[in-house]
């Protein structure tokens, strides 16, 4: 039997693929190979060597090369990606190919980790003095005048720099150089005096560098957090090791780069999705090299290497972006924790809002909590206020008392923020006369009328319509809007409010990069504004003079079926009116509501988050759902309802029966047709996680050769974030 490698190529399979050694060269694990597979070339990173083979060896194939020297993925991060893939039942190399920034996963050679600067050649000078170039070539060399630059930066002063550079470099007229040396550690702007309660946290933190200790860091908005953060990465530097800091959204890194930046006076490496391939790559490498020491990042980010680890953040850890949605189904907070144990540091998991079950964690004693109950910044914690909405007469979905309280900030020349959980003009579009609506085809929910594209839009699968001026069904002129999206607040309060700006925040206003930051600087610090958007608004952003936050249509939050519907809404609901008041003005709140009794929502207003998620995890700890039990659910969909079912009861029946299991359905999902495909689900819950995984481990692996598996897409969510 010969010996081979197991190497993790990046395809959904449940599988590694083994492979003879390359004829020269030896594959050592974390190092990428380039190897045969299929018809086509694949690079693999190799999980294990000298194992003896599976198959036959007359049908084994030979690596054909050694990508990598010395490995790309050190010995830890190959241990974590080991586990995510078993715990999360993915597919070995897909894991490991989320783990890899794009340019990495192909056969190229690394790219250099410093980015190439361009400069003037003194024959540069003298042309640009002689005047012997026009255009962008002139253009490029003036630029240049003032200095070397990167071509990050050239990217955003001369969009179409390169041809010119190409010319020029040809003429000797400017030249690649080395980069500067990175500045050294040098704070450079003077530290605030920390109150405290800071005081008390960073001191547990710190007391705990070395080794593994998860905190929960649990502050109101504005209480100072983002102050920690910043107090424990810097004694973090001064130690020598590096500092990872994740957020959920790339909105909020320009303005937490900016502050990390400013104060630690180092450079902060920053990984996002957004950025281009090359900049994501030699991020990625500088901190692999222990070049860079402080790197921010969403989701992917938690895979970055730490060969110097020193501490991991996690901040707005209850957000839902930290779990990847479609393929390798792995959730960054819970990463963070297992790198941190591997890495023996500690994490620090800061919201103003925390999940269920990370305060189910400090209950059980896993996690030690901290924390910040006051707002060093402003007077008055923000007065909150319901709504009732009943009995009121409406204006495009806005009550009077809401439009006046607009108008009062206004006028007093402050801002105020709309806040609706809904994008484009209104929901539905009604006929008048017949009832019919109009509705997606393909996922039999109705289309979201969008007036500026002149657009009826699925939500769901995107699906664009043209707005027919008549009923389709019954002939009838009176096509009525019904229901409000950010789009028709928007009109609506310009109407009202003919002197002040309106602002619109949501997924179509802020499309291009950058986008988002760009409105908000627009927003003058001290001018009266309204802006109206959605939960894009609730989060980071300090917005001085923002003094009222009115949150319109919380209803669909308090009437959903999804167990975490009421934990997000109070969620939603406290980031939020968190933005009202950040300054020294008094900030006031106001919720518009058809249900002013709901439970939740006194809780929440009367006694504040933390209060309100002590009610949900006793009903949680009643009702045996998470965190107090866990779930698998095994997601399908067709374009035959019969064929679902097939697959869904040949699943069913592969389980293995044990006590502690308890099956749900098979049964359609919470929306049974999608983008035309029928949808079916199976959800496997058990109060331990030990039986769960051991039931599931083996039958994930069965999936693939049930007879009905190749006429279905399914998947696995190991502990799903929403049933949808
Ligand atoms: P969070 O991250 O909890 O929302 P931040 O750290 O952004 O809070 O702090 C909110 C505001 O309070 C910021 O403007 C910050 O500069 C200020 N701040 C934080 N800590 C202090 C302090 N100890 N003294 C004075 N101002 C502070
Ligand atoms: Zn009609
Ligand atoms: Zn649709």
Partial sequence: MPLVLRIALPVPLPTLFDYLPPASGAAAVGSRVLVPFGRNKAVGVVVETDMPAHVGSTRLKRVLRVLDETPLLDAELMQTLAWAADYWLGAPGEAYANALPLLLREDKPLPETQEPIWQLTIAGRSALDAGSRRGGSRALLQALLAGPMSATELDTTLPDWRPAARRLVEAGLIERAEPAPSSAFFPAVPKLALHAEQEVAIAAVTEAFGRFQPFLLDGITGSGKTEVYLALIERTLAQGKQALLLVPE??????????????????????????????????????????????????????????????????????????????????????????GRALQVPVLLGSATPSLESLANVEAGRYRALHLRSRPAATHPPQVQIIDMRAQRLEHGLSPALLHAVGDAVTRGEQALVFRNRRGYAPVLLCHSCGWHAECPRCEHPLTLHAAWRKLVCHHCDLQAPVPSTCPTCGGQELKPQGQGTERLEEALTAHFP?????????????????????????????????????????????????????????????????????????????????????????????????PDHPLLHTLLAQG???????????????GLPPYGHQVLLRCEAHQRAVVDAFLSEACAALPTADTLQIAGPMPAPMPLRAGRQRGQLLIESPSRRDLHAAVRPWSAQLAQLPSARKVRWSLDVDPIDLY
């Fill in 250 to 339: 790339i909105g909020l890194a320009p303005q937490t780069v900016r502050r990390l930046r400013d104060r630690l006076g180092v450079p902060v490496e920053v990984l996002h999705s957004n950025l281009a391939e090359g900049e994501r790559a030699r991020a990625w490498l500088r901190m692999r090299a222990g070049e860079a020491k402080v790197v921010l990042g969403t989701r992917s980010a938690v895979f970055t290497p730490l060969p110097h680890a020193g501490l991991i953040i996690v901040d707005e850890e209850h957000d839902s972006a930290y779990k990847q949605q479609e393929g390798f189904r792995y959730h960054a907070r819970d990463l963070a924790l297992v790198r």
């Fill in 499 to 595: 002197q002040v700006p309106v602002l619109r925040i949501d997924r179509e206003t802020t499309r291009r990069r950058d986008a988002f930051e760009q409105l908000l600087d627009n927003l003058a610090e001290d001018a009266p504004a309204i802006l109206v958007g959605t939960q894009m608004l609730a989060k980071g952003h300090d917005l001085p003079n923002l003094t009222l936050v009115a949150i319109v249509g919380v209803d669909e939050g308090l009437l959903s079926v999804d167990f975490r519907a009421g934990e997000r809404l109070g969620q939603l609901v406290v980031q939020v009116a968190g933005r009202a008041g950040r300054a020294r003005k008094p900030g006031r709140v106001l919720l518009q509501t058809h249900h």
């Fill in 609 to 623: 988050y933390t209060a309100a998620a002590k009610e949900l995890l006793a009903e949680r700890k009643q009702t």
